[in-house]
């Protein structure tokens, strides 16, 4: 049974047109962090390719992976 991570993430939705906070769950596999899910339309969403929201969240994994890395 593998931990899962919580992190909230806020930011301005287009989809929405409102601030919104996001709540991704995270697993590790192979010792790195992969997002299992998020609660908002992301992989759907027409904004997808710029949504600054999921630039917070690409940017924490990459953090959080740098961090194992190490």
């Known amino acids: 049974m ?13 989809a929405y047109d409102m601030a919104r906070t996001a709540v991704g769950e995270f697993r590790l596999e192979d010792k790195k962090l992969v997002l299992d899910q998020i609660d908002c339309d992301y992989g759907t969403c027409i904004h997808r390719e710029n ?9 924490f994994m ?8 190490e």
């Open 51 to 59: 949504c600054q929201m999921m630039k917070q969240v690409l940017a």
């Open 62 to 69: 990459e953090q959080e992976n740098e961090k194992r890395r």
């Open 2 to 14: 593998s931990e899962i991570i919580e992190e909230f993430f806020q930011g301005y939705c287009r």
